[in-house]
């Protein structure tokens, strides 16, 4: 039976929003299926805002493709939402879809481009590109790339490259012909700030490429890449490292490398990662290489298993460098081991003043061969000095505290 306008919103005026758009849903389907449901379309449309936009989702409910073609550029945002989604599930004619992308206004232009990269309408995009160039700028048909096919999109990105305003997008619709452009574009930068500059600004497309393309960003990243990586590509390692987690190693520690001073560290799961696929040698390499780099070193052992840290440090070792690698990690150490390096250190302080790194070191030895020197060093006329020491007490005692599962008074 059918059904009017007046009878649908007087049933729809004491409910809640989200009930309201149950039974409109509801009444459309059923609508549908009597094949009753373009006259309730009709009536609704041309009241005001709110019933045309009940229309638009009736008529999605309903599958009214030809209702919701004439509206994909309709300027309620509402409406024209609900358009878009039946042209992605609906035999929307492209033709319509092409009217409306001439049509629209630039912030509709950019929805209808996702459209048609969601939708299987590539023919449609490849089409639209020249049309769009000619009629708006290169940028505008460079928005339609990702809709395109993969040829085409190489074909056509020398020529639009300049106008892409989103690369990642572009980057995971067609991974080849981006990063085919990413060599060509960095093979035209000398080494150095131009080609750092262009890391910098593409760092979070090289990153949606690497799950898709892990060897060819490898490569990308051996012949071309940063001096220094990028935080955002430093994130997206994962992919590379479960690719080839030894030629990852290899090329953070190339020497041809200019890296920062604050480089930033790879998160934790990276670096889990790379312990857990990296050979034994690689590993100890990436030690190395990280030892003089601040808290890169520590996170690196950290992301290793408490039992298998002291061989690692023992290789790492196996070089000679100016730092000791154990003594920069002893909070990481196993206890025995940790008490051992603490011992061999104490040998070479000559136990009249010591240092505040002296200090740290002894700190992590047991509280009554450390309380002397730990005393004298909270005992300092400098305030500052104090304070850099008494930290230094209050954990020595708090790791007693731990290993004897109880408190103490601390007597100072």
């Not at 481009?113 to 505008?140: I, N, S, Y």
């Not at 590509?233 to 994962?238: A, D, I, N, P, Q």
């Amino acid at each position: 039976m059918p059904i009017t306008a007046e009878q649908l919103l007087s049933a729809l005026e004491p409910l809640p929003f989200p009930a309201r758009l149950t039974l409109t849903a509801r009444t459309a389907r059923g609508l549908a299926d009597d094949g009753t449901l373009a006259s309730l379309l009709s009536e609704l449309d041309g009241r005001g805002p709110y019933e045309r936009r009940l229309a638009a989702l009736a008529a999605l409910v309903g599958r009214d493709a030809g209702f919701l073609a004439e509206r994909l550029a309709d300027p309620d945002p509402v409406v024209a939402g609900y358009a878009r989604r039946g042209a992605r599930d609906l035999p929307v004619p492209d033709e319509a879809v092409a009217e409306a992308y001439a049509e629209a206004p630039a912030v509709l232009r950019t929805r209808l481009a996702r459209l048609l990269a969601r939708g299987d309408r590539g023919a449609l995009a490849e089409r639209l590109v020249a049309r769009m160039r000619a009629q708006w700028g290169d940028a505008e048909a460079a928005r339609l790339l990702p809709a395109c096919s993969a040829p085409f999109a190489a074909r056509e990105l020398p020529g639009l490259a300049h106008a892409v305003d989103d690369w990642t997008r572009l980057a995971r619709r067609h991974p080849d012909p981006v990063l085919d452009h990413a060599g060509r574009a960095l093979a035209d930068r000398t080494e150095g700030e131009q080609r750092d500059e262009w890391w910098r600004r593409h760092a979070t497309m090289v990153a949606a490429l690497a799950p898709m393309r892990p060897e060819r960003v490898l490569t990308l990243l051996e012949r071309q890449g940063p001096g220094s990586l990028p935080p955002e590509l430093s994130r997206g390692l994962s992919p590379l490292v479960t690719a080839d987690a030894d030629r990852v190693i290899r090329w953070i520690t190339s020497p041809d490398r200019r890296e920062q001073r604050y480089e930033p560290i790879p998160p934790s799961g990276v670096l889990h990662r790379l312990v857990r696929a990296a050979a034994p040698s690689s590993l100890a390499a990436l030690g190395r290489h990280w030892l003089i780099r601040g808290s890169h070193f520590p996170a690196l052992v950290k992301a290793i298993a408490p039992g298998r840290r002291p061989a690692f440090i023992d290789a790492v070792a196996a070089e000679p460098g100016g730092v000791d690698p154990a003594l920069s990690v002893l909070g990481l150490l196993p206890r025995e081991r940790r008490l051992a390096e603490v011992r061999r250190a104490r040998t070479g302080f000559d136990g009249t003043d010591y240092w505040f790194e002296e200090l740290d070191i002894l700190a992590h030895g047991p509280i009554d061969d450390a309380r002397p020197a730990l005393l004298a060093g909270i005992g300092r006329f400098d305030a500052d000095d104090r304070a850099t020491a008494w930290p230094l007490f209050v954990n020595c005692a708090d790791r007693k505290s731990v290993l004897y599962g109880k408190s103490f008074d601390i007597d100072v």
